[in-house]
């Protein structure tokens, strides 16, 4: 009953948890014999059959011509089950977006310890649409270039994730310009004279709703994360209207 209990919470009907079980213990057997087993009508065995056979639970064997079953091993379905989840989870943003299209509030974090910041690239990476960012300057102090260099833009690449930056019009970006655009990392950096802010400034626009503001100073570095549809697509237009110019 245990087993039976755990199929019905993952999308398994009572009957075709029984079934299924059945075939799993019967290796290969034709409808009747699973009828008998699970105590089941033969055509209510039959259309449960025909069920888990459109979701791949179950293969349909000829033997000896006659229509036997054999059910995939559970590391299947754990499998399948998997799948489903990771895919559910990358539409999350998508799901958040959608809500907060009808006025939920927006969700803002700080944090100011530099092993979060791990966390907030990794959150960047999970991005289901172009990542767009505002930069003061190029030149990235030592702690934030060395995680950068090593494992994020490596993972960017890697999930082919395109990021397009205006940087500020200042001395060190105008120097930097040609070393760092650079189609190897997919990016695609411009210097904008209609933009000019602080060097340790850094804006992220990602997924469909996040903004991230960074101060990476040495001696004080924080992020800022606002979770907002409107802020978003506000911030967006703005980016779009810069890199024009």
Request: charged share 25%; with cysteine.
């Amino acid at each position: 009953m245990e087993l039976i209990n755990l199929l019905i919470k993952n999308n398994f009907s009572e009957k075709e948890a029984k079934v299924y079980l059945a075939c799993l213990e019967l290796k290969i057997a034709n409808a009747s014999t699973i009828s008998r087993y699970t105590k089941e009508k033969r055509s209510t065995v039959y259309s449960i059959l025909k069920e888990l056979q459109k979701k791949w639970i179950i293969n349909e064997i000829d033997k000896n011509k006659i229509a036997s079953y054999s059910a995939v091993p559970p590391e299947h379905i754990a499998k399948k089950l998997e799948e489903n989840f990771k895919k559910f989870q990358s539409l999350l943003p998508a799901f958040n977006a959608f809500t907060e299209k009808f006025g939920i509030a927006p969700k803002v974090q700080f944090f100011e310890w530099l092993e979060w910041i791990k966390n907030i690239y990794n959150d960047i990476l999970q991005s289901q649409v172009e990542v767009c960012a505002l930069l003061g300057t190029s030149k990235f102090p030592k702690f934030i270039s060395n995680y950068l260099e090593t494992i994020f833009f490596p993972e960017k690449i890697k999930r082919n994730i395109f990021s397009r930056t205006l940087l500020s019009d200042n001395s060190v970006n105008k120097k930097n310009i040609n070393k760092i655009q650079s189609k190897k990392y997919k990016r695609e950096w411009k210097i904008t004279n209609w933009l000019t802010f602080m060097e340790n400034i850094i804006i992220n626009i990602y997924w469909p709703n996040k903004i991230m503001i960074a101060v990476f100073t040495e001696k004080e570095p924080f992020w800022l994360v606002i979770s907002s549809y409107y802020l978003y697509e506000t911030i967006l237009s703005i980016f779009n209207f810069l890199r024009k110019k």
